[in-house]
């Protein structure tokens, strides 16, 4: 076992050493950290004199300060690139962390110290962050617990460390079972109608297996051109049957845990006096209850079910005129294979064509590009900051002043040892004001399609919008200038988190950004204006599609965090699956059970469980709020500028809707996101 100074997990600071990070540093470095943040638990609750903000607020913070870090430079690491050895000790140190964490609030004398604080002078003196920070502590503990009896307090420990344990074992499912699927076809002519770059990259990847022929995986860059291009009917619906059921085989079947860890969240929530889990979410995100975020999903419902109805009777309709009016119903892995054969029929336009246009390097260097003229940042190359994987590249984030607010990793490439999705971490969010400047580390992952031997890595557009969308995540953590490490960065309600990253997805549909960075590849001409006219003229197509998917997974997300029970409904993977069917264009199989790989519910103790609405809720927000830079200018310094220092900077210092109304000067309204869909005709006013 490692002596203390030889681990590189204690003492970790900004510059983390991945190259030195091993599986066998994990729980000598956590039993340490446990240790003393503990002893630093027990000193707080013990200090002598008066209650202050300084020996019980900040002390608290600093309890998990280095124990948080530590977890999450492991978590990431096991999220990108994972061994047996990491995952294993991982899993390890993941009960005795779950429990000490959740022993925090239950602690009585801690609980009393923080009672003690809030009935000083002080504590009532105290304004803005400060103000804001000690009630929502004060709520958090409550929310945690705090006020049970000592039986309650220790069954809700009991709950806490085993839904870590559970839910960390659902994501290494999910993980396991995406790797153990491939689908090999031995020649080419088995591969029609699908894109050359799907093909060499099939190629590629069999060939990196020792294999001969064409492979294909669950990883989305393989499976997404499968379900929407190729002409095999057969090898699509095996492809769609097998992405449905992962998760629900031998040692990786999800569905017993999926049920356990619903059935521990609803006592969780009927323990600390919540009707369901989804109150007990929502109480401190925007929603406030189960119950309005319902209301928001049926009001978004109900506005886009006629163009729902219209858009699959048009594709039906149009399956009929192509192959006669015996040609069969249409089923789920049909869907997208029509509907881009529709899409290019009706606009003369194939995603496809655009991929040229968008190398990956290019795309990155074009939200550099935006993010400069917005916010005056410069972004360039760190080329000492040493990363995990040889593909991973690094670069900071330069004020106007000469201060590098972040560093930062791009790590793009799927990898057998790299879970699926895209995603921005935060590693280190930086404690700064007006007069001190944060420094802060994250990350940017992704799945996109990567380069194929001396080809670069071109993408398409929706990889590109991923690429935007994560990029908007990084610059809220790099933007934050907050006193308080807990109110920092991105630590939000989980309903307004996707507005600045959802946000910058509308830049990659303006010409004047896309003409920053959409080059074709081998002549670095812009993208043709007929061509451009065509990908923005088909914007809408299906959008109602789009809308009610998304609809469908926030009330299946709701409706087992609200009204599911174990005795009445049974196994969630049917009953999530009849509450799909009726969001979904085609009658979903028999054997559907999304709900075991839905990583975003369930593979971690909370995530973006009972909260799936939030990305329709910050759509809104981002649609709305990009109107104004549409007004203003795209590219408009001032507005960036309000937008980085009134939303970006601040966090969560002050309640989300209060910096919403003073960027914008109002409430939002529903108008901007049905109108870009379009879902309404232009200038229709419609209140959230």
């Excluded at 280095?66 to 690139?81: T, Y």
């Amino acid at each position: 076992m490692p002596e203390s100074h030889e681990n590189p997990l204690l003492g970790l600071g900004y510059e983390i050493p991945f190259d030195r990070i091993r599986g066998e540093h994990v729980q000598p470095a956590v039993k340490e950290l446990l240790a003393e943040a503990k002893a630093r638990l027990d000193a707080l609750a013990a200090a002598a004199g008066p209650r202050t903000f300084e020996n019980t607020i900040t002390a608290l913070e600093r309890v998990t300060e280095q124990l948080d870090f530590v977890m999450g430079v492991v978590g990431h690491l096991e999220s990108v690139a994972t061994t047996p050895e990491l995952r294993a000790a991982y899993s390890a140190v993941q009960p005795e962390v779950s429990e000490f964490f959740s022993g925090i609030a239950l602690s009585e004398p801690v609980w009393n110290a923080l009672k003690a604080y809030a009935a000083t002078d002080e504590a009532k003196a105290l304004t803005g962050t400060r103000k804001r920070l000690l009630e929502k502590t004060i709520a958090d503990f409550k929310r945690s617990g705090a006020d049970l009896d000592p039986e309650g307090k220790k069954r809700l420990a009991e709950i806490d460390v085993e839904l870590a344990q559970i839910t960390l074992r659902y994501g290494q499912n999910v993980l396991d079972a995406t790797n153990a699927f491939e689908l090999v076809i031995g020649e080419r002519d088995g591969l029609a109608g699908l894109p050359e770059g799907a093909v060499l990259a099939a190629k590629a990847s069999a060939e990196a297996k020792g294999l001969s022929g064409y492979r294909f995986t669950m990883q989305a860059p393989s499976y997404l051109p499968v379900m929407t291009y190729l002409d095999d009917r057969s090898i699509r619906e095996r492809m769609y049957k097998a992405y449905a059921t992962r998760a629900t085989e031998g040692p990786w079947d999800n569905r017993p845990l999926l049920q356990r860890i619903l059935v521990l969240r609803r006592e969780k929530a009927r323990l600390l006096g919540f009707e369901s889990f989804a109150d007990l979410v929502l109480e401190d995100r925007m929603a406030k209850s189960g119950h309005a975020a319902r209301t928001f999903v049926q009001t978004l419902r109900d506005k886009t079910q006629t163009h729902f109805d219209r858009e699959n009777a048009e594709l039906q309709a149009y399956r009929k005129e192509i192959e006669g009016p015996d040609a069969p119903a249409i089923e789920p892995w049909d869907v997208a294979y029509y509907a881009e054969k529709l899409r290019h029929a009706r606009y003369d336009f194939d995603e496809e064509s655009l991929r040229p246009y968008f190398s990956a390097e290019k795309a990155l260097d074009g939200v550099f590009a935006i993010a400069s003229a917005l916010y005056g940042v410069r972004i360039e190359p760190s080329p000492e900051t040493k990363a995990w994987h040889e593909t991973v590249s690094t670069y900071r984030i330069v004020e106007p002043n000469g201060h590098a607010s972040a560093v930062f990793y791009v790590d793009l490439w799927p990898r057998e040892s790299k879970r699926d999705g895209a995603w921005m971490q935060g590693l280190v969010t930086g404690v700064g004001s007006p007069k001190v400047a944060a420094s802060h580390l994250e990350v940017l992952a992704g799945n996109l399609t990567p380069p194929i031997g001396d080809r670069p890595a071109l993408l398409n557009h929706r990889e590109v919008e991923t690429l935007f969308h994560e990029f908007g995540h990084l610059m809220h953590h790099a933007s934050s200038c907050v006193e308080v490490r807990t109110l920092a960065g991105t630590n939000v309600a989980w309903d307004f988190v996707e507005l600045p990253s959802q946000i910058m997805e509308n830049w990659c549909w303006e010409k004047e950004a896309l003409d920053l960075f959409a080059r074709h590849h081998e002549t670095n001409e812009p993208i043709p204006a007929p061509l451009l006219e065509r990908m923005r003229a088909a914007r809408t197509f299906r959008t109602a599609n789009a809308m009610m998917r998304q609809l469908g997974f926030a009330e299946v997300d709701l409706a087992l965090h609200v009204d599911w029970d174990p005795a009445r409904d049974g196994d969630p993977t049917a009953y999530g699956r009849e509450i799909l069917s009726r969001h979904s264009p085609a009658p979903l199989p028999g054997d559907h059970a999304m709900l075991a790989s839905f990583s975003h519910l369930f593979s971690s103790p909370v995530g973006y469980a009972a909260g799936y609405y939030s990305y329709k809720w910050a759509e809104v927000l981002d649609a709305d709020a990009f109107s104004r830079f549409k007004r203003e200018g795209l590219f408009s310094r001032e507005v960036g500028e309000a937008f980085r220092s009134e939303i970006l900077a601040r966090g969560d210092s002050e309640d989300p809707m209060v910096l919403y109304r003073r960027f914008m000067g109002r409430e939002p309204t529903l108008e901007a996101l049905l109108e870009r869909d379009g879902l309404i005709a232009s200038g229709t006013a419609v209140a959230v």
